[in-house]
């Protein structure tokens, strides 16, 4: 008799643990898939929300904002490099997302600005939040957090190690 219950514990777990890898989101003509962010640390005055974005419609869409509890607000940010300085700028007028298309939030490239944290972001936390674009409506998401140096979902760390050496913030 023990064996039934420990084998739908088994089972619960496993389901849990997959449901909670890999998570994704529709709303109308739109998939977003694996939504995470990075742990920050204590009293962090940024964090930053990455996720791929699918536009399977016939008309292109724009992520124009969002919304958490976790953040006083979201913005879509653009970082670029010009020589060996970096540049953080906000994307005015929001994200197109052209039809039949993905775009890829991700670190070194767009992504959404999670600006004056309530609080740490922990590594295993979910954070809520709300996406906004003009035609499909307003999505609710969660964020994965995942490692301090994640460049993906998952725990990835691409991270160029030689670069970090020769960055500047403008």
Known sequence: MRFIPTALAAASLVAAV?????????VGDLEIAHPWSRA??????????????????????????????AAERVEIHEM?????????RPVEGGLEIPAGETI???PGGYHLMLTK????????????????FEKAGEVKVELAVDKPNAMGPG????VDHEAHGAMKMK
Not at 49 to 65: C, E, F, Q, V, W
Not at 80 to 88: A, I, Q, R, S
Not at 117 to 131: C, I, M, W
Request: charged share 20%; no cysteine.
């Open 18 to 26: 997959s449901g909670a890898s890999a998570h994704s989101y529709k």
């Open 104 to 106: 890829t939030l991700k």
């Open 155 to 158: 725990g990835a760390t691409g």
């Open 40 to 69: 920050t640390l204590p009293n962090a005055p940024v964090a930053g929300g990455y996720m791929t974005i699918t536009n399977t419609g016939k008309s292109a869409d724009r992520l124009i904002g969002g919304s958490t509890p």
């Open 80 to 88: 670029t490099m010009d020589g060996d300085v970096m540049k953080m």
């Open 117 to 132: 944290p309530a609080g740490r972001l922990k590594e295993g936390d979910r954070v809520p939040l709300t996406l906004r």
